[in-house]
Nanobody, 124 residues
Framework: QVQLVESGGGLVQVGGSLRLSCAAS????????MCWFRQAPGKEREFVAA????????DYADSVKGRFTISRDNVKNMVYLQMNNLKPEDTAVYYC?????????????????WGQGTQVTVSS
């Protein structure tokens, strides 16, 4: 059984930082591209960042480029999202997701497995 479990969310002030973690189990981890999406109240779930199976390639939404960094540890089966210089518009539930195949992709329909999400709230 595949499980993705996020952690690390919380309340932070504008300009602050958070590091999200996602623990994956039940899948051949290096064969899966991993991604972070987010969903704010009343909005569609949107792509944030993705990383290829071998960690050689990353992709970021324009809104987070230069502020967020996605990484993975293929020994520990973990994915991380380092978020710096947080803004109120970053407030959302953040989801970890896994897509079969190593290449990065942005379409949420291509992601087979999802975590339960972790809340990030940025206060001004």
């Amino acid at each position: 059984q595949v499980q993705l479990v996020e952690s690390g969310g919380g309340l932070v002030q504008v300009g602050g930082s958070l590091r999200l973690s996602c623990a994956a189990s039940g899948l051949p981890f290096t064969n899966y591209a991993m991604c972070w999406f987010r969903q704010a109240p009343g909005k569609e779930r949107e792509f944030v960042a993705a990383i290829s199976g071998g960690a050689s390639s990353t992709d970021y939404a324009d809104s987070v480029k230069g502020r967020f960094t996605i990484s993975r540890d293929n020994v520990k089966n973990m994915v991380y999202l380092q978020m710096n210089n947080l803004k109120p518009e970053d407030t959302a539930v953040y989801y970890c997701a896994a897509a079969s195949g190593r290449r990065t992709r942005r379409a949420k329909d291509e992601y087979l497995y999802w975590g339960q999400g972790t809340q990030v709230t940025v206060s001004s």
